[in-house]
């Protein structure tokens, strides 16, 4: 909130929060900056999603997107365009959600982070209903036996976990009825972990300047089955590393 852009300061405050065993990033511009943030966490595995990757005024390439970061085994990885409806009296932009299957203490599980449209409601709700989609598509997956007539190559057999936890900017509040597309299968970790208390700001809660009131738009949906594990959820209001503040959840074994 400084003005100054410095991953590895990003990177330094996350370790510091909650030295996690995964990292979730979203508004990354282009593999300088996710490196950068590989620098500051040794020993995790980086996996990227491009949303945006149009040429840069300098000859190369200008890419904006998610970024997850692992110490845990990650298997299969896989990127998938959002829905991008035509809409011409509203700024927009493609946008991605980057899933990944994790090898995490209890077994494999997948990890789908994003960052949805801003500024209009009806790509929103369409990319909520598509991740919806992307998720009964994964369980119905899961449910199926793999075929191993050619079981080497891109084609070898690979876990996508029936149960999965969806996260990042949704830019829309709990309020918002597009959500109960993920709703139908997921659980929000803050209101499992915390019944009946509104979820505290995540966003304009140290910018000030645009007049508007903070308000949460960075949620965790974790499968139903899941909801179980949860040990505990919280929202940092105090660190300015960011515009947003970041979402901390712990998972018991």
């Not at 209903?129 to 899961?142: G, H, K, V």
């Not at 709703?183 to 910018?207: I, K, L, Q």
């Amino acid at each position: 909130m400084d003005g100054q852009v410095d991953p590895a300061r990003i990177a330094r405050v996350a370790r510091a929060l909650a030295d996690p065993d995964l990292c979730c990033f979203q508004e990354v511009e282009g593999e300088a900056q996710a490196e950068a943030l590989m620098r500051g966490f040794p020993g995790y595995s980086a996996h990227a999603a491009w949303a945006v990757d149009v040429p840069s005024s300098d000859g190369g390439r200008l890419r904006f997107g998610n970024l997850v970061l692992s110490r845990l085994p990650v298997g299969r990885v896989i990127r998938h365009s959002l829905a991008w409806p035509a809409q011409a009296d509203s700024p927009s932009m493609p946008r991605v959600a980057l899933e990944a299957a994790v090898l995490a203490p209890w077994g494999w599980v997948r990890i789908t982070t994003t960052h949805l449209e801003y500024y209009s409601s009806r790509q929103r709700a369409a990319q909520l209903a598509q991740l919806a989609d992307i998720d009964a598509e994964a369980r119905s997956q899961a449910a199926a036996p793999a075929s191993v007539k050619y079981a080497t190559g891109p084609f070898a057999p690979q876990p996508r976990p029936a149960e999965g936890i969806v996260t990042g900017d949704f830019n829309t509040t709990a309020a918002d009825a597009a959500l109960d597309a993920l709703r139908r299968a997921h659980s929000d970790a803050w209101e499992t972990a915390h019944p009946g208390r509104p979820h505290p700001p995540s966003f304009f809660v140290h910018d000030r300047a645009s007049g508007t009131a903070p308000y949460c738009c960075d949620f965790v949906f974790v499968a139903k089955a899941l909801a179980p594990r949860i040990e505990s959820v919280r929202i940092d209001a105090q660190t300015q590393a960011s515009d947003h503040q970041p979402v901390v959840v712990r998972f018991r074994d």
